[in-house]
DNA sequence: TATTGTTATACTCTATAACTATA
DNA sequence: TATAGTTATAGAGTATAACAATA
């Protein structure tokens, strides 16, 4: 009675399913991204983030959405202002907080980037995927981000074992 | 016309859902395995990948389907065997070849961790899903996975910038 | 006191290249 | 010569905890 009830065939066939496109997929954005433009993913994201954005976001929002630790997407933010990507200025409103920008030269990149970005995921991912699929996709997949953001994160995990 | 087509807006949709879903899936998950078993995302995969093939695999067949490079996967297999997860024996027909064993002590670990990670990956990806959404993602995304798998890894992306 | 962000530290993972040994 | 695997090395990413400064 403590056994969860076990994945159906169909369900694990789902879950690996994702797992290896995601996998598949992130490896070959990896890739593409550090031929490119000498970006790492997580230096995309960010890149890609601010542009999407108008070129200009506080550190804690920058965050929103990324997975990062703070001190990790301080680390990140680093690395692009060493490259003159970015520039970090003191907030003007918020004496605490750091408005990241995105340089000229930080767009550069991107637009050196993007061509080969779209291409890949094009031919790998979309190439084999009629409308219906993706319109499937993201009905399935929305409401599945949608709940993981909502669900609690981990505290509620029941019956951890104790450690090997 | 060097641009390649742009994503249209429900792909673009579709991919970041995917990215997204696969992100919060995969830490999640790195959280779980290191409480309930002490195990890292990619020891998980070795040993499930042992167990769900009898127990033992030579280093290459284990590394099929995984990302790893040779020295990652040697290392990885280190890790295991400094905690007894898993032994490293001379092939029996082949001298060149290890073959690894998943131990008792690995088999109990599995057992420690697999009740958590089957509730937490219903919890977080099942819930939300029908059987119907569960047929849907296996036909979509097996069709993208097999596409990946067959597609020409990364030499045919063309027009790569030049470094910034 | 709470929030924003940085720093120090330590660890895990990964890849490349050089190397050993067997086929 | 080719294949199986290891080792040395070096670098990138991440997290935790302690810290400084502002609200």
């Known amino acids: 009675m403590t056994e969860p009830t076990p994945l159906a065939p169909a369900q694990l066939a789902a879950y690996f399913a994702l797992t290896e496109v995601a996998s598949l ?12 433009g000498g970006l790492t993913t997580p230096q995309f994201q960010i ?24 001190s990790g997407l301080t680390y990140q933010a680093a690395q692009l202002e ?10 003007a409103d918020d004496e605490r907080s750091v408005e990241v920008t995105l340089t000229p030269a930080g767009r550069d990149v991107l637009g050196q980037v993007m061509p080969g970005h ?29 709940h993981m953001r909502t669900a609690p994160p981990r505290s509620a995990a029941p019956r951890a074992a104790k450690r090997a």
Chains 1, 2 share one sequence.
């Open 47 to 70: 890149l890609a983030r601010l542009n999407a954005t108008g070129g200009r976001l506080r550190m804690t929002d920058l965050a929103d959405g990324l997975v990062y630790s703070r």
């Open 82 to 91: 060493k490259r003159g990507l970015v520039s970090r200025t003191p907030g």
């Open 118 to 146: 779209v291409e890949l995921v094009q031919r790998l991912m979309m190439t084999s995927l009629s409308d219906t699929d993706i319109a499937a996709l993201n009905d399935v997949l929305g409401r599945v981000r949608d």
């Open 25 to 36: 997929l992130q490896h070959a954005v990896e890739q593409q991204l550090r031929t490119d």
